[in-house]
Structure formats: C-alpha cells, structure tokens
C-alpha cells in the first residue's frame, strides 16, 4: 500500500514563495505519474500540477509560470514550488499518485492520495 504525506503548509504573506512536499512509501515511487490537486473552502478538488515518471510535466492556466513541479525518486518526494502566491491560492493542497506513471489532469486516474495540508495567503 502506498502512503502519501504532505508537508509545507503554512499561512504566508501574498507575493511569498512556498515549497510543498510530498514524501511516499510502498510502492514504486519512480514508476508513478504524481500531481498535486488543491481544494479551496466550498469548491470542488481541482488540478494543480503533474509530473510524469519520466520528468514530463504540466500546470493548470491559474499556476502556470508561478507553479513548479519536481521530483527525487532517491527521497521517494515530489515537489511543488509556489512563487508570488495570491489569496486565491488558498487551499487545502493534496499529493497524488497514479500507477500509469504520466502526467495528468485527470482526478479519477490518481490511485492514491495524501491526507492535504493547508496553504493559507493573506493579502
């Protein structure tokens, strides 16, 4: 069974910047596609970012050119870097796997899931 969990959320200032972390266990983590998803007080779960077992990556329109996605399979982690971060990234931000091993902005495709940690930005 493979454990997802996250750490790195904080209240912050906007126009900070933030890395999250997302360390996994069982499992073949170089194999897997990741992503990072965030859910925001009354709204539903939406893409973020992903990263593909190979490296490959993408971003939801809202992140893009702030937002970056990286990995270390030696420390089994996926990042998510967050520069000049806005109030309406204000969010419970969750990690994800997903055994095909791509990139992907599809929820469903996710097996496993983190339990989320919360990134609050005061303006």
């Known amino acids: 069974q493979v454990q997802l969990v996250e750490s790195g959320g904080v209240s912050v200032q906007a126009g900070v910047s933030l890395r999250l972390s997302c360390t996994a266990s069982?499992?073949?983590?170089?194999?897997?596609?990741m992503g990072w998803f965030r859910q925001a007080p009354g709204k539903e779960r939406e893409f973020v970012a992903s990263?593909?077992?190979?490296?490959?990556?993408i971003y939801a329109d809202s992140v893009k050119g702030r937002f970056t996605i990286s990995r270390d399979n030696a420390k089994n982690t996926v990042y998510l870097q967050m520069n000049s971060l806005k109030p309406d990234d204000t969010a419970v931000y969750y990690c994800?796997?997903?055994?095909?091993?791509?990139?992907?902005?599809?929820?469903?495709?996710?097996?496993?899931w983190g339990q989320g940690t919360q990134v609050t930005v005061s303006s």
């Open positions: 990263i593909s077992w190979s490296g490959g990556s």
């Open positions: 069982g499992g073949t983590f170089s194999t897997y596609g």
């Open positions: 994800a796997a997903n055994v095909g091993g791509v990139w992907t902005r599809v929820r469903q495709q996710y097996r496993y």
